[in-house]
Every structure is written in structure tokens, then in C-alpha cells.
């Protein structure tokens, strides 16, 4: 299958600092992105679409000024989590789909940790 | 809008019995139906999907079954193995709108 890689893998920040994690799409262009959070022992909440070279659709209750989504190519998506608190502790994970078909390839996942 | 339920939410099974996971969703439009499994600290990995225009499909010992009138389709893995423990969520999927996960199965297999 098609191969999504997302970095870093693990991070660990202090409160009140800021955090990049890139999403790639390595063999194909992926004109929508999306990104998710996970809760321990939950499933796959949207957080986001992001779409190539316009601005991101954010679920409700998602804050856009905190959760920043740049999708500036057909292969990379970024999502910064700004100012970051001990509560944006969580597992983030992107996927990118395949234009035709809409299958859905997922990256391996970042561990934040703010301290 | 689309909504999954996905059961049981917990499943252990001795190594070689077979494990059955169902899901239910709402919207007759959904046309997409992708299975994914997830090991611990990892990101979701496709391992099956099936379309509406397909009642079942098979890859070695993993199955999924789609019944559209009702509204449901099911997971099947054969001849369990322990690297088979893992979550699985299933979703469904009108294309062009986005994924609605089911809330997870948390699958043990039992040596």
C-alpha cells in the first residue's frame, strides 16, 4: 500500500512552546490531508482537513489559532500545536488519501508531551 | 451524518479460533468500508476495505462481510495468532466526505 510517513515520532516540549510534526506522502500526491488526535484507549477524533494550497476545514470545537495546518505541496502537511499546554498531551496521527478511490493511508503517530 | 457502532468493544480468543468484529452505520450513502488495525503507539494500518458494490472479500485469513440492506459489515480473521492482537476500528465512508471511525475492538489472542 501507499506509505504516509509522520515526524517526529516522539516529543517532549515545555509548556508555552510550540511543536512542528510533518506528514508526507512518500509514492503518491495527496491533494487532502487530515489530521486526528487519539485518547488513550479511544478511537480517531478529526481534528482537521487540510487541503493543497488553501486553508484548512477544522472541526468544531477545534481551536484554528492553536492547531496551525500548512499544506504547502501534494506531499506534506505540517501541523503546529502553538503554545502548548500540558492538556495538548496526546497521540496526533495524519492520513492521506489516495484522489481516486478514497482509500486512506495513516502515518505512524507523534507522541506529544508537554511538560 | 454518519454515524458507527462498532461491537463488542472488547474480544479475547484462544490461538486458532477465529474472531468475528461487526459494525453498524446510519447513512445508506456510504459506499467505503476500510478495516484497520492498530498496534499499540502506532498509527491505524489498513488491512482490508470493501465497496458497496461487493458482499464479501477475503485476503488469506482476514474477510469482511458487507450486508447493505441492513446496514452492517463484519471483520473476520481465521486460525488466530497472537501478532493478530491489536485494535481494529472499521469506518464508513460516503466518498468525497470524510472517514466516521467505530469507537475500536480491542482484539487478545490468548497463546
Known amino acids: 500500500g501507499a506509505v504516509v510517513s509522520q515526524h517526529p515520532s516522539r516529543v517532549i516540549c515545555k509548556s508555552g512552546t510550540s511543536v512542528k510534526i510533518e506528514c508526507r506522502s512518500l509514492?503518491?500526491?495527496?491533494?487532502?490531508m487530515f489530521w486526528y488526535r487519539q485518547f488513550p484507549k479511544q478511537s480517531l477524533m478529526l481534528m482537521a482537513t487540510?487541503?493543497?494550497?488553501?486553508?484548512?476545514?477544522?472541526e468544531q470545537g477545534v481551536e484554528k489559532d492553536k492547531f496551525l495546518i500548512n499544506h504547502a505541496s501534494l506531499t506534506l502537511s505540517t501541523l503546529t500545536v502553538t503554545s502548548a499546554h500540558p492538556e495538548d498531551s496526546s497521540f496526533y496521527i495524519c492520513?492521506?488519501?489516495?484522489?481516486?478511490?478514497?482509500?486512506?493511508?495513516f502515518g505512524q503517530g507523534t507522541r506529544l508531551t508537554v511538560v | 451524518g454518519e454515524n458507527v457502532e462498532q461491537h463488542p468493544s472488547t474480544l479475547s480468543v484462544q490461538e486458532g479460533d477465529s474472531a468475528v468484529i461487526k459494525c453498524t452505520y446510519s447513512?445508506?450513502?456510504?459506499?467505503?468500508f476500510p478495516w484497520y488495525k492498530q498496534e499499540l503507539g502506532k498509527g491505524p494500518q489498513l488491512i482490508i476495505d470493501?465497496?458497496?458494490?461487493?458482499g464479501e472479500k477475503k485476503d488469506q485469513r482476514i474477510a469482511v462481510t458487507l450486508n447493505k440492506t441492513a446496514k452492517h459489515f463484519s471483520l473476520h480473521i481465521t486460525e488466530t495468532q497472537p501478532e493478530d492482537s491489536a485494535v481494529y476500528f472499521c469506518?464508513?465512508?460516503?466518498?468525497?466526505?470524510?472517514?466516521?471511525f467505530g469507537p475500536g475492538t480491542r482484539l487478545s489472542v490468548l497463546p
Open positions: 447513512d445508506s450513502a456510504s459506499n467505503y
Open positions: 492520513s492521506a488519501s489516495i484522489p481516486s478511490g478514497g482509500v486512506a493511508f
Open positions: 469506518a464508513a465512508i460516503n466518498y468525497g466526505q470524510n472517514f466516521v
Open positions: 509514492d503518491f500526491q495527496a491533494t487532502t
Open positions: 487540510s487541503n493543497e494550497g488553501s486553508k484548512a476545514t477544522y
Open positions: 470493501i465497496r458497496s458494490n461487493v
